[in-house]
Nanobody, 124 residues
Framework: QVQLVESGGGLVQAGGSLKLSCVAS????????MGWFRQAPGKERQFVST????????YYADSVKGRFTISRDNSQNTVYLQMSSLKPEDTAVYYC?????????????????WGQGTQVTVSS
């Protein structure tokens, strides 16, 4: 069982930046592919970014490519999402997710563990 705790959300003006963190429990963090998803009110949870267990491969949704950067520190059991040039449409609850496998995954069904989410609000 892996427990995930996100932090770093908040209120920011359009054009600003935020860095989200997700700390995972357990001793095998590097064996888990990790992802970030987001859910705006009244909308489905959507994929944002993913990273392999080793950190060697990353992938982004088109809507955030060039603005967001995913990274991980396996020594700290932590995955990050650096968000820059934020837009009001980035407003959502952001969720961290872990897969039992070590690859990179876009589909929600590929993830086995989820955090509780952290709110990001971007004002115009």
């Amino acid at each position: 069982q892996v427990q995930l705790v996100e932090s770093g959300g908040g209120l920011v003006q359009a054009g600003g930046s935020l860095k989200l963190s997700c700390v995972a429990s357990g001793r095998t963090f590097s064996s888990h592919g990790m992802g970030w998803f987001r859910q705006a009110p009244g909308k489905e949870r959507q994929f944002v970014s993913t990273i392999t267990g080793s950190g060697s491969v990353t992938y982004y949704a088109d809507s955030v490519k060039g603005r967001f950067t995913i990274s991980r520190d396996n020594s700290q059991n932590t995955v990050y999402l650096q968000m820059s040039s934020l837009k009001p449409e980035d407003t959502a609850v952001y969720y961290c997710a872990a897969s039992r496998a070590s690859g990179w995954y876009v589909s929600r069904s590929s993830y086995d563990y989820w955090g509780q989410g952290t709110q990001v609000t971007v004002s115009s």
